[in-house]
């Protein structure tokens, strides 16, 4: 077993339990059959930066959850394959959220903002506390419901409207109140097979 399959069981088994097991169940976890051999594995990884020594116990760092990339990935002809694929690495924590402080997540529901690559079910990154502008995708309450959809100024009306990302919906005016949450900063979507 490579020093990267030791990486991928151990992401494995901390997926399944958010934990590590004792370093005598960590062989088993590891594939190896002895003590020494584990030791020798987790301080590979310790020099490697993936996991670190916390009181006496081992715990998994930021790299430990950051994945390969393998690329850029052409859309439309096919590429020859990059020779640096895997090089780096990227969480998607670090990727998706800039201020930990001020992010939520929000789950999407609906096709009105489609055009706007916004699918029904896509979870959303929203920063809370961020400074608006003429065109930004947010979550909002506007009469006491929660919406996402772009805002833009109401000239005709006055103050601002929010508009749909779909020709099949109506722009949208508050009658008493409207709110911004947050502007949404990210997209990801999980495909179920």
């Not at 490697?48 to 950051?66: H, M, N, S």
């Not at 979870?123 to 805002?151: C, F, Q, S, Y």
């Amino acid at each position: 077993m490579t020093p990267d399959k030791h990486l991928d069981s151990l992401r494995t088994h901390w997926k399944a339990n958010k934990s590590f097991p004792s370093m005598a169940k960590l062989a088993d976890v590891l594939g190896l059959a002895s003590s020494g051999g584990v030791f020798k594995v987790l301080g590979r990884l310790v020099d490697q930066g993936y996991l670190e020594r916390v009181d006496g116990r081992i715990a998994p760092t930021k790299k430990f959850f950051a994945l390969p990339v393998l690329g850029t990935v052409r859309a439309g002809l096919p590429q020859p394959e990059s020779q640096d694929a895997g090089n780096e690495l990227v969480g998607v924590e670090d990727f998706l959220v800039r201020h930990p402080d001020r992010t939520v997540f929000c789950r999407a529901k609906g096709d009105s903002m489609r055009d706007a690559g916004i699918l029904n079910n896509d979870m959303l990154v929203v920063e809370r506390n961020t400074p608006t502008k003429e065109g930004d995708i947010v979550v909002a309450v506007v009469d006491n419901e929660l919406t996402v959809k772009r805002l833009f100024s109401d000239v005709k009306h006055g103050g601002w409207q929010l508009q749909p990302a779909n020709p099949d919906f109506t722009v949208i005016r508050a009658t008493s109140s409207l709110e911004v949450l947050g502007v949404v900063v990210g997209v990801f979507r999980r495909f179920d097979r």
